[in-house]
């Protein structure tokens, strides 16, 4: 059992001192707390509490114009630059549907806000409004931009300000243990997925089989995923660049999922990251934590469609991509992607002793 008493406030200011240059969460990391938890400490300095009403910041966010929009789990980041329009709100999920941020926002999950104004090397001032799970875990950042019409960001600030804290942090649940798919619910997971018109389906056939992403992935047999080998990211990124194909790209956590519909150009790797550095889109991912990439076929009303989904080593999604399908007659873009799919090196085929039987 971990004994360690977590530090307080001043402890964690006097570290930032003694660590200017490492990052606020690989700083939070090492000493033991969450990145909310350090962004906390600093309540009163550079930091205030905003309220994490969403109905308000996203609207009222339209107004300020263009900013950069940062998603990420543990080893993706995802982040996009433009204009919040087109929110949508819901009481389990809401959206934003603007030409470049394209969300799918679950509101639960968000339990505290922070605005940021960072004071930086060449005395310049780094904004953004920083949310965050009921642990302290980081679900989605905005940052201000040389174009971003500060005075409208101000009002945000001064509109969600507030003096209390949130709700407690909370430490993660201990992990599920793994369970074997029973199977019956193999066997209903099959007959499902023949069965899908639509990709949206996915979800609630997991839920109805109680199976996991990562697990049915795994376990549906090779007519509907195969695994691909290591070096498959590269390759994929490498052709993607090369043929500009557009794609969609998909980075989720359990309060957000980001999207990047368009063509990926500037591919460069940088020790274990593998990242796109295109004018308003940077992707990184963390290599060297792939899991597991598989091609995945999805049936539906209009054809079958096939996406990369890559996991960790804790079975979490890391990406997932797919062929732009947005509008009009995407007949040429669809192909092109399918054939780059098809291209890419399998991995040894294995089967499924369950899905076999």
């Known amino acids: 059992m971990n004994t360690t008493p977590h530090p307080d406030n001043a402890a964690i200011r006097e570290a930032r001192r003694n660590n200017l240059k490492m990052r606020e969460r690989d700083l939070a990391t090492q000493l033991g707390i969450s990145e909310a938890r350090f962004l906390d400490a600093f309540v009163g300095e550079h930091v205030d509490r905003i309220e994490p009403d969403l109905d308000v910041f996203f609207p009222m966010l339209n107004a300020a114009g263009e900013v950069m929009a940062l998603s990420r789990n543990i080893n993706a980041v995802h982040e996009k630059t433009g204009v919040y329009e087109k929110f949508s709100a819901g009481k389990h999920a809401s959206v934003v549907l603007g030409k470049d941020i394209d969300l799918r926002i679950f509101p639960k999950h968000w339990r505290h806000g922070y605005h940021v104004a960072k004071p930086m090397d060449d005395g310049s001032v780094q904004r953004?409004?920083?949310?965050?799970?009921?642990?302290?875990?980081?679900?989605?950042?905005?940052?201000?931009?040389?174009?971003?019409?500060?005075?409208?960001?101000?009002?945000?600030?001064?509109?969600?300000?507030?003096?209390?804290?949130?709700?407690?942090?909370?430490?993660?649940?201990?992990?599920?243990?793994?369970?074997?798919?029973?199977?019956?619910?193999?066997?209903?997971?099959?007959?499902?997925?023949?069965?899908?018109?639509?990709?949206?389906?996915?979800?609630s056939m997991l839920r109805k089989t109680g199976i996991s992403r990562h697990d049915a992935i795994r376990l549906i047999g090779e007519d509907y995923a195969e695994?691909?080998?290591?070096?498959?990211?590269?390759?994929?990124?490498?052709?993607?660049?090369k043929d500009e194909v557009?794609?969609?790209?998909?980075?989720?956590?359990?309060?957000?999922?980001q999207i990047h519909s368009g063509p990926v150009r500037n591919i460069k790797q940088v020790g274990p990251w593998l990242n796109v550095l295109d004018s308003g889109f940077h992707l990184h991912l963390r290599k060297d934590k792939f899991a597991a990439i598989w091609v995945v076929r999805k049936p539906t009303k209009s054809g079958d469609i096939y996406s990369i989904e890559i996991f960790d080593e804790r079975d979490e999604q890391v990406l997932l991509i797919n062929g732009d399908r947005r509008g009009g007659d995407v007949s040429d873009s669809v192909s092109r992607w399918d054939d780059v799919i098809h291209a890419l090196p399998r991995a040894q085929a294995s089967k499924h002793p369950e899905v076999m039987q």
């Not at 960001?153 to 942090?169: M, T």
């Not at 695994?227 to 660049?241: H, P, Q």
Request: hydrophobic share 40%; proline share 7%; charged share 25%.
């Open 128 to 203: 953004s409004f920083q949310f965050f799970d009921v642990r302290g875990d980081a679900v989605h950042k905005v940052f201000a931009r040389e174009t971003t019409d500060i005075a409208k960001w101000n009002l945000i600030r001064e509109h969600l300000y507030k003096d209390d804290a949130g709700p407690a942090f909370r430490a993660a649940p201990p992990a599920k243990p793994a369970t074997t798919p029973t199977h019956e619910a193999i066997s209903s997971l099959r007959e499902t997925w023949a069965g899908m018109e639509d990709t949206h389906q996915f979800q």
């Open 227 to 241: 695994r691909l080998t290591e070096d498959s990211a590269d390759i994929l990124f490498e052709r993607l660049s």
């Open 246 to 257: 557009p794609i969609m790209a998909f980075v989720r956590n359990p309060g957000i999922l």
